[in-house]
């Protein structure tokens, strides 16, 4: 009875690799979001998406990029990976018509970049 | 722009000591205010909140007043225990404003330490 649930929960790989992490909530959530929280444990949003618009912090390179196959799903795809992608990257959602936006986080998968 | 400005840690207390951990905001509009707490090895769990200004929120003996006139919404609680030892987080959300979908903005994090 997870609410949010990310797999892998580590995930090890070489530079210029492609890779997915996954994210799944059964909390019947509209809006998804990706968190990346690096090395000194500072957080930033990378995207929120709910069923209608997708909206993509403008720092993130156009390696990353989200993909829902349905609302329940945020899956996270990296392309060219490189050493500076190495971070706790974060999985979250919420209700945009509940009380007021909070925020239901994963537990984090580690990627690290060799 | 909209930022979220928390005391730097470390934090280390012991236990039974009173805490505050400082935290101001600059928002363009009337934001909800946050406190998460991240235990070591675990993902963000959320505190307790604030809508409005006024508003005291409070979870396991934690409280933060949403201050308006000074942008703040300090954490405080009155007698840590070792098992408070974790970083916490200060955070806003600003709703259908610049595009956002109420994506959080967190401060940088403070790490407690509660030694027995």
């Known amino acids: 009875d997870t609410a949010v649930s990310q797999t892998p929960k580590y995930l090890v790989t070489q530079m210029g690799n492609d890779k997915s992490i996954k994210c799944e909530q059964n909390?019947?959530?509209?809006?998804m979001y990706w968190y990346k929280q690096d090395s000194k444990k500072f957080l930033k949003i990378m995207f929120s998406?709910?069923?209608?618009?997708?909206?993509i912090n403008e720092t993130v390179p156009n390696r990353f990029s989200p993909k829902s196959p349905d609302k329940a799903h945020l899956n996270l795809h990296i392309n060219s990976l490189e050493l500076g992608d190495s971070a706790v990257y974060f999985c979250?959602?919420?209700?945009?018509?509940?009380?007021?936006?909070?925020?239901?986080f994963g537990p984090g998968t580690r990627l690290t970049v060799t | 722009g909209n930022s979220v400005t928390q005391m730097e840690g470390p934090v280390t207390l012991s236990e039974e000591a009173f805490l505050t951990i400082n935290c101001t905001y600059t928002?363009?509009?009337?934001?909800?205010l946050f406190w998460y707490v991240q235990y070591p090895g675990e993902g963000l769990q959320l505190l307790l909140k604030?809508?409005?200004?006024?508003d005291k929120g409070s979870n396991k003996g934690f409280e933060a007043t949403y201050r308006k006139e000074t942008t703040s919404f300090h954490l405080e609680k009155g007698s840590v225990q070792v098992s408070d030892s974790a970083v916490y987080f200060c955070?806003?959300?600003?709703?259908?404003?610049?595009?956002?979908?109420?994506?959080?903005?967190f401060g940088k994090g403070t790490k407690l330490s509660v030694k027995p």
């Open positions: 979250a959602s919420s209700q945009r018509t509940g009380s007021p936006y909070e925020q239901y």
């Open positions: 909390l019947g959530h509209d809006t």
């Open positions: 604030a809508t409005k200004a006024d």
């Open positions: 955070a806003l959300t600003l709703m259908n404003y610049g595009g956002s979908q109420g994506n959080l903005i």
């Open positions: 928002a363009t509009g009337y934001p909800s």
């Open positions: 998406y709910n069923n209608k618009e997708l909206i």
